[in-house]
Nanobody, 125 residues
Framework: QVQLVESGGGLVQAGGSLRLSCAAS????????AGWFRQAPGKEREFVGV????????YFAESVKGRFTISRDNAKNTVSLQMVSLKPEDTAVYYC??????????????????WGQGTQVTVSS
């Protein structure tokens, strides 16, 4: 059974930092690209960033570029999202996801076969 479990969410003041983690099990995680998405109340789930299976390449949404970074440890089947300079508009439930696609559009939800349950991030002003 495939499981992706996020952790590390919480309440932080604007300008602060948080590090989210996602632990994967039940799949050959090193063969998957790992993406992060977020969903704010009343809004569609949106792409945040993705890291290639090898960890060599990352890509981010414009709204978080320069503030968020993604790393992964394939030996531990984990992926992390480091968020700095957080803004109130970053408030959302954050989800990690895994994709077997090698040349897909990683900004699209349909590329991802597996999803975590999400972790809440709240940024106060």
């Amino acid at each position: 059974q495939v499981q992706l479990v996020e952790s590390g969410g919480g309440l932080v003041q604007a300008g602060g930092s948080l590090r989210l983690s996602c632990a994967a099990s039940g799949l050959s995680f090193s063969s998957y690209a790992a993406g992060w998405f977020r969903q704010a109340p009343g809004k569609e789930r949106e792409f945040v960033g993705v890291i290639h299976w090898s960890g060599d390449n990352t890509y981010f949404a414009e709204s978080v570029k320069g503030r968020f970074t993604i790393s992964r440890d394939n030996a531990k089947n984990t992926v992390s999202l480091q968020m700095v300079s957080l803004k109130p508009e970053d408030t959302a439930v954050y989800y990690c996801a895994a994709s077997r696609s090698y040349r897909g559009d990683y900004t699209q939800r349909y590329e991802y076969a597996y999803w975590g349950q999400g972790t809440q991030v709240t940024v106060s002003s």
